[in-house]
């Protein structure tokens, strides 16, 4: 019985962590470029009663009793399914059709990747996340500039008073990894790669490394599955509703096993 308590223990702390990257999820439902998440378990160390395989007699072997002790949460993985493209006619909003991932540099030196493609520009023309991180390659955009095109290859040109023909200023590139779900989550749109990500594989929109191609005026949106996460939830809280019960048939059975003593 006092097994059963803790096992059942370990049934609603998973539950509580699955129902926090629930709540994560649906909380950036309607974050740009955001990837949710999904908590995977994986059951805990078995007591052997009796090991499997162990010998009954010289003619037969036992098949076993193991009683589990529980379960715990392994991973939290990363779902990278394309979100719905959203259109804003914004010529520096971007959406990548594909696997591919931005590149900007954050404040310290360090590469950071995103999928949120809501660019603008700061004070010296060059072309920065919502944060002031520049986008890698650094692309200036003339204040004279009358109009901005990027192509689905990620070449960006601007026209210019008196010009004809708009200017080429820049190539913008992509990358991705082996193991995009390796990636780590770092907050304000970001990812940093990992070992488990691997290095990452540069290349240009449109190219023969499958990093796939921009899209000028639209954005992509969160890839959360509103109602799939509220089913979640709603097993969720069922799953920790039956620990619970577990806990408190436990603690009945061993409040009558202690009156027996009296």
């Known amino acids: ?9 370990s049934g609603m702390s998973a539950q509580q962590l699955n129902l926090d990257t ?7 439902s309607s974050t740009v470029g955001f990837r949710q998440r999904q908590l995977q378990f994986q059951d805990m160390i078995y007591q052997n ?7 009954q007699s010289q003619q037969t072997v ?3 009793l193991q009683i589990g002790l529980g379960t715990k949460s392994a991973a939290s993985e990363v779902i990278m399914t394309q979100g719905d493209m959203n259109q804003t006619n914004n010529s520096l909003d971007l959406a990548i059709q594909g696997s591919g991932f931005f590149q900007v540099s954050r404040p310290d030196g360090t590469i950071a990747y995103t999928r949120a493609g809501n660019f603008y520009l700061n004070n010296q023309g060059q ?8 986008l890698i390659p650094n692309i200036t955009i003339p204040t004279n500039a009358t109009a901005i095109t990027i192509t689905q290859y990620g ?13 080429q200023l820049g190539q913008i590139q992509l990358v991705t990894f082996a193991n995009t779900g390796g990636l780590d989550s770092v907050g304000s749109n970001l990812y940093t790669a990992t070992l488990s990500s691997g290095d990452a594989v540069l290349g240009n929109p449109g190219g023969t490394e ?3 191609t921009l899209q000028q005026g639209y954005l992509e949106n969160s890839n959360v599955d509103v109602v799939g996460a509220f089913v979640q939830m709603v097993l969720a809280q069922r799953a920790y509703e039956s620990n619970s019960k577990v806990i408190t048939a436990a603690d009945q059975m061993y409040s009558q096993t202690n009156n027996m003593a009296k």
């Open 22 to 28: 629930i709540a994560n999820n649906l909380a950036n």
């Open 210 to 212: 499958g990093l796939g």
């Open 49 to 55: 009663l009796i090991t499997p395989g162990a010998a």
């Open 1 to 9: 019985m006092i097994r059963a308590l803790y096992t059942a223990a």
């Open 155 to 167: 070449v960006v040109n601007a026209t210019l008073p008196g010009q004809t023909n708009p200017s």
């Open 62 to 64: 036992s098949a076993g």
């Open 127 to 134: 072309i920065v996340n919502s944060q002031g991180d520049p």
